[in-house]
């Protein structure tokens, strides 16, 4: 694999947890803002938390969620980490993505129907972003064995194709 493309490891790392800190912050923040919007409260004040919630969304934990898993899957290909504790990380990725849009979906129909929809109960998506945290740590710092689970033979290896950015020896 080419020198520069191996030294850019640590940037995507850094850029990988970076990102995955305002997401999963945003993912605990969020339930919580959306626990305030309360249709009985002032006008501008209901507009206030309404805004507020829709930006952090859009602008801050969704772009924050998108480059912290196209970071990680850079750091996938360029460590070439074929291991089973990666594909049970990424089981607890996808569920940190269910939880993300659901957030997404009860903000969408709080703006869409004032004073009909009431948010979800902001410990249970709270709860479940906490739990996939925790286990994405635990996975990603401890790197258990997790040989004793059936996984197939091509998940673990790689298929012998070449990636576009590997130069062809001479």
Known sequence: MVEWLLA???IFKAVHIVCLSIWCGGLIALPMML??????????????IRRATHLTYTMLVTPA???AVIAGTWLIFLRQAFVPWLFAKLVFVALLLVLHAWVGHSIVRIAEEPGKHRPPNPYL???????????ILVLVLGKPDLGWIGFPDWMLRPRGG?????VPRR
Do not use: K, N, W
Not at 162 to 166: A, G, K, S, T, V
């Open 8 to 10: 850019t490891v640590p």
């Open 35 to 48: 626990a305030r919007h309360d249709p009985a409260i002032a006008q501008d004040d209901y507009h206030l």
């Open 65 to 67: 969620a998108v480059i």
């Open 125 to 135: 998506p709270l709860a479940g972003v906490l739990a996939c945290a925790c286990a």
């Open 162 to 166: 070449q990636l576009p950015f590997e």
